[in-house]
């Protein structure tokens, strides 16, 4: 029913906001059983002890902490999702008050001895009481509350210093006891199972710490290393807490086993300067016995989580230990074959955990790559093993096709970026014995396109399905053993090898050119081709015009094909990038093709070269709707809105390309620049006809489409001039004709963000500053003329965002917070630009500029402060802004509205304040602009300091 639930929403609003929120909340403590009353008291007296402008005393704060243990210890059997709220309130109150004295005592640090209470009573508040200094040692690791950093990490390091090592000690020695208690066969084994399974997530939270205040990216874990202070080092030299881990393995249920593992991770990663060289040794050996251990009775390891955890030990001990301290150990020799035999297993059955295979190709990769730092005498064993992992993963990516075909299972080429990723570790494995990799994969090949040329012709929709299948595996496999070896190697025979390669994945590319012209195209096969070609380019098309390496797979290639150098190579990918562009709807091959047409037009050498091909001049020159499939504004998904294109993002990158492409020809520059800017000037008389016949009302969505698509392509054309004669060519097509339309457009359409944004960005390139490319020259006003624009346009929207209703807060940054951000930007470039004098504009009182600030520095200060810091791009682009508006216009600042003087100020305090390094600075740079003005003032005035506007303010 909506009208109770809105009823009671209201009612559970007024409760939480009421003044005696404390006093009701430990009344529903005590007199209520019903946990969502418990969780919605508990939640609420978190929010309120989270107030920087909450009233409660130290005192209050610690009455209120010592009764939530005692109500936890009298009812440890609450629910978990009840439990889990009481104790986020304990660990909060604990954080902040940290610091907090009574009496001259530091009364929340009790944290040791309260855990030790709770241990003394039966198991269930035994679990209670490791739950709740769980979830305070995760909490004293978050900087939420904290408007100081500085702050943040005195508390941190206080409570690693004085309670952490004393925590993680009482908890191993619990965690032995415990599993002394599996073995004795009790009737309760199941509450020691829940008891030993929080004490893993204690140990395991206390490993995770951030003891450094350098948190662990967790997309990079693998190279993560455990900064433990000195005091621990005796934890770690008792190699029964390392023991222990491994015998519970075996004892517990196998999906308890990921938590065991986890805890091991962290134990693993512990700093190498921890130990000397002989306890280092006995330290790994210990892992290794266990591993080897793990890997001789794998039966638990059938659980997903448990082996993927197992995955992550073996990463880590390979990336915290070195080759040859591995080799040292007694059991390395038996631990690589098992490690060996579980990997090729691994792969075989690629679909129990495909995420998993990541971390053990990695250690693979990284044990083969050290196999140069380590002495030839050295039985590392690494050669025989390797050639077996690199034909395992072979063959089970071309076994995959068929098992997704029949089975219906999840198709790893789907996820593109993971294939490349497993394509960079695989690589330097393949280099052992690499020309047995490559005449397998030639022999796959051959065969592949052999049984998709026949199903081509007895036209076998299943067969031809299979074939593509592998046939995209395979030159996925192709392009990483050909990229994997540097550009600059000089074996001319292993050139040749690769160039073998290289031929078998051209002429399959004319075949599928040939079957998507015939529309019938294979989207997983073309980004296969496109990956192809972005790692021969590196290797094969160096700009620096060495090729070393190059020079023998040219000579191969010429005979095989009549490929003699890599401008022909060049002049196939153009072709390969215009196909796509043609033929191609597919989102992902569209952006991956403009993406790589982008990457050859930046380059040097390779803009130079494809300036040069006839192809590149006949695509500067037809360049529009009629060519390419992705440019038609009128196709393609739809928003919600109905108007917006996904595909129109993709539009900024192609013009910025062939912008490039066309100052790379380096003669008719003016010339071409017309012809090539003819279509964008139709499109613009097109809009500026269609503005003029409405008096009233909006345009249709079909003019809104072409005027959006017309702001991308214009953006792209901007961020390709980087010289001052290229922006001067393209101001002088715009101004004074087609900027009127910018302003007509921002009248009819100030609310509607997909026009605002792509039209604000636009704006924002064109004022910017790179490379001093707006010096104009002396005899001309184009720098003020252009500000003069750009304020008429934000001016416009400012207007238009004042006068929005109520915006509703999921909607508040895409309508209004996105576009402000964008304007503060403007705002930056053009007072940072040092390309106009703005003494010009107060001189013949043109106010466009001062209205533009005032309008956008009003709308700030509606913005709260919390919204600010909440969305990144928004913080940035205002705390930006704020040094070159005090920097030379403080005089104009101390004239607006004191309370937008006011909110400045605060805004200072909160960048100063606060955890982000850039804010910081630039609020300390407002802030010497602001004193400095005012001392100034304070010099230079005779009567009283009010009299002084800022100064009355302040």
Not at 89 to 100: D, E, V, Y
Not at 192 to 208: D, E, G, K, T
Not at 538 to 560: G, H, I
Request: proline share 3%; net charge negative; glycine share 4%.
């Amino acid at each position: 029913d909506g009208q109770a639930r809105a009823a009671a929403e209201k009612a559970l609003n007024n409760f939480t906001q009421a003044s005696d929120i404390a006093e009701k909340c430990q009344f529903v403590f005590n007199n209520s059983s019903n946990p969502f009353a418990l969780l919605v008291s508990s939640t609420a007296l978190t929010k309120i002890v989270s107030e920087e402008t909450n009233s409660m005393t130290i005192e209050q704060r610690l009455a209120l902490r010592n009764y939530i243990f005692q109500f936890l210890y009298s009812n440890a059997k609450i629910p978990p999702f009840v439990l889990q709220s009481f104790t986020k309130l304990i660990s909060r109150i604990t954080k902040l008050g940290w610091m907090g004295t009574v009496d001259g005592h530091y009364v929340f640090r009790n944290v040791v001895e309260e855990m030790k209470k709770f241990l003394q009573g039966d198991s269930a508040q035994g679990v209670v009481g490791i739950k709740i200094v769980t979830e305070i040692v995760s909490e004293m690791t978050v900087p939420e509350c904290f408007r100081m950093s500085s702050r943040f990490r005195k508390v941190c390091n206080s409570f690693r210093d004085e309670c952490l090592l004393d925590i993680y000690n009482i908890a191993i020695t619990a965690l032995k006891g415990a599993a002394g208690k599996l073995d004795s066969g009790s009737s309760s084994s199941e509450a020691v199972r829940v008891f030993i399974l929080q004490l893993l997530a204690l140990i395991h939270s206390c490993l995770n710490y951030d003891f450094i205040g350098c948190s662990i990216d967790e997309s990079l874990d693998e190279y993560a290393t455990v900064a433990v202070p000195g005091s621990w080092r005796d934890c770690f030299l008792d190699l029964d807490n390392v023991r222990v881990f491994f015998n519970l393995y075996h004892r517990l249920p196998a999906d308890m086993g990921a938590k065991v593992f986890s805890s091991l991770v962290q134990m693993t990663s512990v700093r190498r300067s921890l130990f000397d060289g002989e306890e280092r040794k006995r330290f790994l050996q210990c892992l290794l016995l266990g591993v080897q251990s793990v890997l001789e009775s794998p039966q638990s390891l059938m659980d997903r989580q448990t082996y993927h955890e197992f995955c992550c030990l073996l990463v880590r001990l390979k990336s915290n230990y070195q080759l040859s301290e591995l080799i040292q150990c007694d059991n390395y020799g038996a631990t690589i074959q098992l490690v060996a035999k579980f990997t090729v297993s691994s792969l075989e059955s690629w679909q129990f955990s495909n995420n998993s295979i990541h971390y053990l190709l990695s250690l693979w990769q990284r044990l083969v790559s050290s196999m140069h730092y380590i002495p030839s005498s050295s039985n590392h064993m690494l050669d025989e093993l390797a050639p077996e992992i690199t034909k395992a993963y072979i063959m089970s990516r071309v076994d995959s096709v068929m098992a997704v075909l029949r089975d219906g299972l999840e198709d790893p080429l789907e996820d593109f970026e993971s294939v490349k990723q497993q394509l960079t570790m695989i690589a330097p494995i393949a280099q052992c014995q690499y020309e047995s990799t490559v005449q397998l994969l030639i022999n796959l090949f051959d065969s592949a396109a052999q049984q998709y040329q026949t199903a081509m012709q007895t036209n076998s929709a299943g067969d031809i399905q299979l074939q593509e299948g592998r046939l995209t595996w395979l030159v996925h496999l192709i392009t990483g053993a050909i990229c994997s070896r540097s550009s600059s190697s000089q074996d001319d025979n292993l050139a040749r090898i690769d160039a073998d390669l290289c031929y078998r994945v051209f002429q399959l590319m004319q075949v599928a050119d040939a079957r998507l012209q015939a529309g019938h195209g294979n989207d997983k096969l073309g980004l296969a081709f496109l990956g192809f070609f972005e790692e021969f380019k590196k290797v094969c098309m160096n700009d620096n015009d060495r090729m070393v390496r190059s020079s023998a797979l040219y000579v191969r290639l010429d005979e095989l094909m009549g490929i003699s150098n890599d401008t022909l190579v060049l002049e196939m990918l153009v072709q390969r990038i215009v196909t796509n562009l043609k033929y191609w709807s597919h989102q992902v091959i569209v952006d991956k093709t403009v993406s790589l047409l982008q990457q050859l037009a930046i380059g040097f050498t390779s803009g130079r070269k494809l300036a040069k091909l006839e192809s590149v001049k006949v695509l500067l020159e037809n360049h529009t709707t009629q060519g390419f499939l992705f440019l038609d504004s009128s196709k393609g998904p739809q928003s919600a809105e109905g108007v917006f294109f996904a595909d129109m993002r993709l539009r900024t990158k192609f013009y910025s390309a062939l912008t490039r492409l066309l100052f790379n020809r380096q003669t008719g520059t003016e010339e071409c620049f017309e012809t090539f800017m003819a279509p964008m000037k139709a499109v613009m008389d097109q809009i500026g006809t269609a503005f003029s016949s409405w008096n009233s009302g909006s345009p249709s969505d079909e003019v809104k489409r072409i005027f959006i698509a017309l702001c991308r392509d214009l953006r792209g054309v901007v961020q390709a001039l980087s010289n001052n004669t290229t922006y001067l060519l393209f101001f002088n097509l715009m101004y004074p004709t087609y900027f009127p339309i910018f302003q007509r457009a921002m009248e009819l359409w100030c609310n509607d963000p997909s026009v605002t944004s792509p039209l604000l960005k636009l704006v924002e390139d064109m004022v910017t500053n790179e490379a001093q490319r707006l010096l104009f020259p002396i005899s001309s006003a184009g720098g003020i003329l252009l500000v003069r624009e750009a304020c008429a346009v934000m001016a416009l929207y400012g207007r238009g965002v004042m006068g929005m209703a109520d915006v509703p807060d999921d909607q508040l940054y895409p309508l209004k917070l996105k576009g402000i951000a964008v304007c503060f930007k403007i705002l930056q470039h053009i007072l940072s630009g040092r390309y106009v004098n703005f003494g010009v504009f107060r001189l013949y009182g043109d106010e466009v500029l001062d209205n533009s600030i005032t309008i956008f520095l009003k709308l700030a200060a509606t913005i709260p402060h919390a919204n600010v810091t909440e969305y990144t791009k928004l913080f940035k682009a205002f705390y930006q802004l704020l040094p070159c508006l005090t920097e030379d216009h403080m005089e104009f600042l101390s004239t607006i509205d004191p309370d937008v003087l006011v909110y400045i100020f605060r805004s200072v305090v909160v960048g100063l304040t606060g955890v982000d390094v850039a804010g910081v600075t630039h609020s300390c740079s407002t802030l010497d602009h602001i004193i400095s003005f005012v001392f100034k003032k304070l010099s230079k005035t005779t009567g009283a300091p009010h009299q002084v506007p800022l100064l009355r303010v302040l």
